[in-house]
């Protein structure tokens, strides 16, 4: 294994991390930014009350995005163990 394919493999599981990661954090970011507003505008200082609206817009989240996720997570471990015979092979 060349240092050439360690840095290959690093940088689509780090890319394909970022791409999993990136809907469920903009979700809850933007979850957050509109409570947040709401807190401010109502001057509601309590701490707990981000919590329950991030949880259910993360949990439909899921169940949207949830496949598209799972597929991309099959194709990148796919790639993953049929680069593992190539490199064993050769």
Do not use: C
């Amino acid at each position: 294994m060349t240092p050439e394919m360690v840095m290959t493999i690093a940088h689509e599981a780090m890319y394909v991390t970022l791409l999993l990661a990136a809907p469920l954090l903009l979700v809850s970011l933007a979850v957050g930014l509109v409570v947040s507003l709401f807190q401010a505008a109502t001057q509601i200082n309590e701490t707990t009350l981000s919590f329950i609206p991030k949880l259910i817009a993360i949990g439909v989240t899921l169940v949207i995005a949830g496949p598209w996720m799972l597929s991309t997570m099959v194709d990148y471990m796919h790639r993953m163990f049929t680069s593992i015979v190539s490199v064993a092979a050769g």
